[in-house]
């Protein structure tokens, strides 16, 4: 039997090598509306999110193999696999268009199912999304990060729970207590940390395959939202929030907003910004 969660309704889905996802869901309604997780890889990233659009519709999140409650990918975590997991995912649940709304990592991986399978997209969410023709990701710079990062997420300090209840205090600060149980219990778990490391290594080398076609050319000619952080610093952040305007501008049916209050973590710090832009993109 299934564990209740505190995320929506949980049910599993086998994909084509056998693993099976976990994945919740809430509301009724055409469109299905999807939404796919940055860095945490987990249905976690949409708790303040999912309900609200559930009043209107049917959704669905889920945890990517290894984290949450998702059985671990024994090969590599390429963009390709991740797309063939939610591909499988989707297949599971509908047979018709679905909106799909992706945040950080999740915003290309949304994307590159949309060039996949255009008959199955109704519309994107594109939540401060990593973009692909940003040069900052292919830094050696930007890569030591990526290696200080793995190594903060496997201390001591990481697997006691220390750092993940500093990171909980921040992010999840305005999330109800039966929620904060679950992230408590699988957010720093041994094969989420596996799952992280993985993650990072595939970041740079799948952002890159993605150079050669331009998303002008390959999307469906769907409504597309993305959503920049206002409250950020630097030349990264200056580079991500114009990349997300041009996209926006290419699109025919493009619109770009500013989510005011929040930094890169907008499902967290500014939730009323994605259900906004997800509920008007439904109409």
Not at 48 to 70: C, H, K, P
Not at 87 to 101: F, H, N, T, Y
Not at 230 to 251: I, N, V, Y
């Amino acid at each position: 039997m299934l564990r209740a969660s505190a995320f929506g309704e949980p049910a599993l889905a086998a994909v084509r090598d056998g693993r099976q996802l976990h994945y919740v869901t809430a509301g009724h309604g055409d469109p299905l509306v999807v939404f796919e997780a940055g860095g945490n890889g987990s249905r976690t990233t949409w708790g303040l999110i999912q309900g609200e659009v559930a009043r209107t519709t049917a959704t669905l999140s889920y945890d990517r193999a290894g984290f949450g409650r998702s059985e671990p990918d024994s090969a590599p975590r390429t963009f390709d696999r991740i797309v063939d997991d939610l591909e499988d995912l989707i297949s599971a649940v509908s047979d018709g268009p679905c909106v799909l709304v992706g945040h950080s990592l999740g915003g290309p991986i949304c994307r590159s199912f949309a060039r996949r399978h255009p008959d199955r997209v109704a519309g994107l969410v594109l939540v401060d999304q990593a973009a692909e023709d940003c040069g900052f990701y292919y830094k050696k710079s930007f890569q030591r990060l990526g290696a200080v990062s793995n190594r903060l997420f496997t201390t001591p300090m990481a697997r006691i729970g220390v750092l993940g209840a500093l990171i909980r205090r921040r992010m999840y600060a305005d999330f109800p207590a039966e929620m904060l149980a679950e992230i408590r219990s699988e957010e720093f778990s041994p094969a989420a940390l596996r799952a992280h490391r993985a993650k990072i290594r595939q970041l740079a080398p799948g952002l890159a395959a993605m150079r050669s076609v331009r998303d002008a050319d390959s999307l469906p000619d769907v409504a597309v939202t993305l959503i920049s952080a206002r409250r950020g610093s630097g030349g990264m952040w200056s580079e991500l929030s114009a990349s997300h305007q041009r996209l926006a501008q290419a699109l025919p049916r493009g619109e770009h907003v500013w989510a005011e209050r929040s930094g890169h973590m907008v499902p967290m710090e500014e939730p009323s910004a994605v259900v906004c832009a997800v509920l008007k993109l439904l109409g």
